[in-house]
């Protein structure tokens, strides 16, 4: 089993709609957790992290984190043309500041 | 802030070149990371320093890949001799402790 767990897509969804992208992981010890988002030829950039149980907000953009299920979401609202990217979930451990990442989610979204 | 700074941005090379890849980390940020992407793997951590120091190297895939950071400002990867199947794009990244990572645009190696 990967440390960390995504559906490789593609994720079609509307213009507008609500993207939901999801990430499972194995290590139990992981403190910290995030996303960051991939255009095709680019870099990653850092999206949100998620230190404790529950959602946290950012505009668009909220992350989901339930521990004991060992999950953590991505929810984008008003989805835009232009976050049709790859999106890929993160998770450190307390054994140091090394990210795991996982194989990321191709989101598109239809004008 | 000029942020991550990788280069070449593009390098081709002959199997059995030598070939370094350069990155200069943010100032202020105590870890680097370098990284390889490839559709089959995704991002693979090579390698890992803190404040100049490798800290862990398991990630390298074998003899022919050697990185340094002989001061804050500056790491090489160096791969010799290059195989084509370490065709891939190389990412650094840095960090300042906690916080996540920062990347670089990152190098393309093509190695025919």
């Known amino acids: 089993q990967k440390e960390v767990e995504q559906n490789s897509g593609p994720l079609s969804v509307p213009e507008g709609a609500i993207a939901s992208l999801n990430c499972t992981y194995s290590?139990?010890?992981?403190?910290?957790f995030f996303w960051y988002r991939q255009y095709s030829g680019k870099s990653p950039e850092l999206i949100m992290f998620i230190y404790s149980n529950g959602d946290k907000e950012d505009g668009r953009f909220t992350a989901q984190l339930n521990k004991a299920s060992q999950y953590v979401s991505l929810l984008i609202r008003d989805s835009q043309p232009s976050d049709s990217a790859t999106y890929l979930c993160?998770?450190?451990?307390?054994?140091?500041?090394?990210?795991?990442f996982g194989g990321g989610t191709r989101l598109m979204v239809k004008p | 802030d000029a942020g991550v700074i990788q280069s070449p941005r593009h390098e081709v090379t002959e199997m059995g070149q030598e070939v370094t890849l350069r990155c200069k980390p943010i100032s202020g940020h105590d870890y680097l990371f370098w990284y390889r992407q490839t559709m089959m793997r995704g991002l693979e951590l090579l390698i890992y320093?803190?404040?100049?120091?490798?800290?862990?190297d398991s990630g390298m895939p074998e003899d022919r890949f050697s990185a340094k950071m002989p001061n804050a400002s500056f790491s090489t990867l160096k791969i010799q001799p290059s195989e084509p199947r370490d065709s891939a794009v190389y990412f650094c990244?840095?960090?300042?402790?906690?916080?996540?990572?920062?990347f670089g645009s990152g190098t393309r190696l093509t190695v025919v």
């Open positions: 990244a840095s960090s300042s402790s906690y916080y996540g990572y920062t």
């Open positions: 993160a998770l450190r451990n307390n054994a140091g500041n090394m990210l795991t």
């Open positions: 290590d139990r010890g992981s403190q910290s």
């Open positions: 320093f803190n404040n100049n120091v490798p800290i862990d």
